[in-house]
């Protein structure tokens, strides 16, 4: 699977969202990409907020755009920061791209490709809702 993805796109991808982040808080502009099980190229860039805590990370963003064009699973990640540098997603994004992952996804990290189950291991997801009210 991470054989066949075109990570240079991806990056590409990530930096030129990274571009329209809002930032000006933090001053540190993150952008996403992310492929989708069926080819699409999805993006998202953080959007802070006057009051800090509610600021939306990229990631954020990126899961918007992917249910709002229709759905799908993420099959490839990357995320940057505003020196086009691969970032890791921080745990709360983390969890927001598991619940959408392929399987087998893959992501780009700082210390080469890893699989989603790599950098959120024993995660809790939509399996152990099953059986509740
Ligand atoms: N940020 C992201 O967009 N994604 C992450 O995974 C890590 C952090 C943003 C949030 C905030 O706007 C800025 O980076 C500094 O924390």
Redesign the pocket.
Known sequence: MASEVDWELLARSATEAMGRAY?PY?S?P?GAAALTEDGRIVTGC?V?NASYGL?L???CTLIGALQMGGGGRIAAFY?VDGAGAV?M??GR?RQLLYEFRAPGMVLMTTAGVKTMDQVLPDAFGPEHLEGTP
């Open positions: 930032a933090s540190f993150v953080n802070e600021t990370c990229a990631e995320c970032l997603p921080c994004c």
